[in-house]
């Protein structure tokens, strides 16, 4: 017996229904999206290995699916180096391609590339698949969708706020609720300047985004294998473990950061962000958490993460300003901020609570019965009416017996079946069956199609 075919691990088939539902989730994101004036782009799959090196730090650069050169890509190559040749090195040498990790990366170059067609500021949005090659694990794949939004060309922490209203909306909307977590890159840093390691930032911030994955004590081992002085990892603690009311976390750290310009920098963005957010009478808690940092190198200012509440998942949507991103590309001074909302994880959480509407999966309303040539031709005709009608209908294409194509119907969860036999052909009518009470009348296809707007 022949092997079944199989897909890459981290990677899902998804069925017509699972579709509608991941398409609800796509559908609402957008609207939210576009109601704040955001408009859609999309990239390309593959980037420069250029465009994406460099950009992630050592561990998302470690998980950069490259695309061997097209061709004879040894060619270029001594036997030396085949056999030789670190990992690394030898993929600079046959890749000159990847997936794209991410994005906001493919954003930045999007805009450096077209900056004299763009009005400034630039909000735009993307919805597209990312690839990472990450160990699978549950909410965890190599391949998912991002629902990205961004803002380029301002300066303002009212992108922020506005974010964070995007945030709290779409999640009202779909259901979930979330705490939205916010820190400040420049807060961290501040951190590093005060218990004497500003060169360890990287390091610091790497270790203690994993608290929620691997606990303190490991954090705190991370820490001292990456250099960190006792002392540092000591004077640490107090922050990783601070609590209190947002308020009182900023009073707190004003006192902590008061020798560091930038961490008191920090603390004002913050602080007005919460502020304003405070005013805008969201519907789900937002939390100052100082051990939110963002693992990614290019974030400089305000970060967010989102957790649900009701679920044991991780993110389901962060982001953060990265002020820097397109001096990389060669247009230094251009400010950005945005978010990504993890589409597979929101998925998932909505399956496990249930959370999806009942017209989500809702597709065929009505169904032909094929009875034959001549019928089904009739048949076709009403159908191209009810059709443009607004009502989503199926002819059955095969004559074959009337249990089977009842069968399908009930499989498909079609409400209402149309039989047109002779009878119904000379009386100009359709034999309407509701298929939950069994109830049948003879209609003329307007009043069938009247009756099917009117339950639609």
Request: charged share 25%.
């Amino acid at each position: 017996m022949a092997q079944k075919p199989g897909i890459p691990k981290g990677t899902r088939d998804f069925s017509p229904t699972e579709m509608a539902r991941r398409n609800y989730i796509f559908d609402t994101i957008r609207a939210v999206y576009a109601l704040h004036g955001f408009r859609p782009i999309e990239t390309p799959a593959m980037e420069n290995l250029s465009t994406l090196m460099g950009k992630y730090g050592e561990e998302g650069d470690k998980l950069l699916f490259k695309i061997l050169n097209s061709g004879d890509f040894c060619s270029c190559l001594t036997e030396e180096e085949l056999t030789g040749s670190t990992p690394a090195h030898l993929a600079a040498r046959i890749c000159e391609k990847g997936l794209r990790y991410d994005l906001t990366v493919p954003f930045a170059r999007y805009v450096v590339q077209h900056r004299e067609e763009l009005q400034m500021p630039f909000k735009r949005y993307q919805i597209q698949p990312v690839w990472r090659a990450d160990r699978p694990q549950k909410g965890r794949y190599r391949e998912f969708y991002q629902c990205d939004a961004d803002v380029v060309g301002s300066d303002s922490l009212w992108n922020e706020v506005e974010l964070v209203e995007i945030i709290d909306e779409v999640f009202t909307r779909l259901g979930i609720r979330v705490c939205v977590k916010l820190n400040n890159r420049k807060i961290l840093a501040g951190i590093a300047e005060v218990i004497g390691a500003p060169e360890r930032l990287t390091d610091i911030t790497v270790a203690i985004d994993k608290l929620d994955k691997i606990g303190l004590d490991k954090v705190n081992e991370e820490l001292r294998c990456c250099g960190l002085a006792p002392e540092a990892v000591e004077r640490l603690q107090p922050v990783i473990g601070l609590a209190g009311t947002n308020d009182e976390k900023l009073a707190t750290m004003r006192s902590v950061l008061a020798a560091s310009e930038t961490g008191l920098r920090g603390l004002d963005e913050v602080a007005f962000v919460l502020d304003a957010l405070a005013a805008a009478g969201l519907r789900n808690a937002v939390e100052l958490d100082l051990t939110l940092a963002r693992g990614l190198n290019y974030y400089t200012g305000c970060i967010f993460e989102v957790k649900a509440l009701d679920v044991a998942i991780g993110s389901i949507t962060g982001g953060g300003r990265y002020d820097n991103l397109t001096g990389i590309f060669g247009l230094p001074g251009l400010s950005g901020v945005g978010i990504s909302f993890g589409a597979d994880r929101i998925y998932d959480v909505l399956n496990q609570l249930d959370l999806y509407p009942e017209t989500t999966t809702q597709g065929v309303r009505l169904l032909f019965i094929n009875f034959g040539e001549r019928e089904a031709a009739r048949c076709f005709e009403l159908a191209a009416r009810c059709r443009r009608a607004g009502i989503a209908t199926e002819v059955y294409p095969d004559s074959v017996k009337m249990k089977k194509q009842m069968a399908y119907a009930n499989a498909r969860c079609v409400p209402y079946v149309a039989l047109v036999g002779e009878a119904e052909m000379v009386a100009g009518r359709v034999a309407l069956k509701n298929m939950a009470t069994g109830e049948q009348q003879l209609l003329t296809i307007e009043e069938a199609i009247e009756q099917l707007k009117i339950e639609n």
